[in-house]
């Protein structure tokens, strides 16, 4: 399998079983899948408010896709240049005064909320926040809304939200309903398995066993066109396919490598199978209408990556997901199809 290299050492070898971190178990597991609604807040200022519902990634140059050319698997996660300016996406959330960002509420390390504070953290949610900074200025006012794996795009297109930062891939199936900035972070599908599991990879010894994933995510899509034998199973979201694991109603997950380090290191009773089988990056999504916000997020995503080890994504690494994920250099760099 053809392996391009995007702000990672080495995907493979940063994507080894990991088998650490806290413990959750079924029951409290259950606690945390999150029902449609929103909070707003900032770290450091109290529980949110609920309100109703150096990088080696594939450059832009010789050889890239021209402009306007069909989106492939190759230039699928090129987006807009970055600008400053404001349209009328950036105004119209300027006149509201906040900031309205689809969010995960339980996926651990990323966008989950912390029960002794009762805050929505990760490295997701330090994005957005960095995201509304740059709109709204200091102290800003952030709407987040949990929103499950297939609302995502619905959220986008009824104008429910802003954007969406969650841990979303960026394809071309997705890129023909709503926009995505550039790419943030890289990962690919991998499975999820107990320890003492006969399970390898992504293969044939899935055959007869029960394998979750979070309907409309990558991981279905996935099975749908290879399902090894495997019985499917899926979910509203990813954190639901371990908490089968845990009472026994699954015999294996699949889903972002990014995502199941970050369940393995719930539960040291679960590894990472084989090796990531696809090349998938992440990045916000936005209304398809919304490109002066979509060139917005890049410039801030610019701005986000810049200052080498000092850049606040290296800082954002390391606190949230370097014990889990370690060995990556630096951010996906940017790419443009414009």
Known sequence: MRVRARGLVNLRAVLAPVAAG????AAAAAVLVPTLGGDAGRAGRGPDRVSPPAATHRAHGPGAAPA???????????????????????????EKGQLVV?????????????????TLEGFDIDLAR???EDLLGPHPKVVFKAVPTNQRIPALQKRSVDMVVRTMTINCARKQQVAF????????????????????AFDDSLRGKRVCTAAGSTGETALTAQRHGAKVLTVPNQL???VRLQLGQADAVVTDSALAAAQAAQDPAVELKG??????????????????????????????RGGGDDSSWMRAYRKWLKADLPGISGPPSPEYGD
């Open 130 to 132: 960095a995201i509304a």
């Open 22 to 25: 806290m413990c959750v178990m």
């Open 68 to 94: 306007g050319a069909p989106c492939t698997a190759r230039n699928a996660a090129e987006s807009l240049r970055p600008s400053p300016d404001d349209g009328a996406a950036v105004k119209r959330i300027k």
């Open 240 to 242: 639901d396919c371990l």
């Open 102 to 118: 689809g969010v995960d509420q339980n996926t651990y390390r990323w966008g989950y909320r912390d029960p002794a504070t009762g």
């Open 275 to 304: 090796e990531p089988f696809t090349d998938e990056s992440y990045g916000v999504a936005m209304n398809k209408d919304d490109t002066d916000l979509v060139r917005r997020v890049n410039k801030v995503l610019d701005d986000y």
């Open 181 to 200: 900035s550039t790419s943030y972070f890289q990962a690919g599908q991998q499975v999820l398995a107990p320890i003492a599991s006969k399970v390898r």
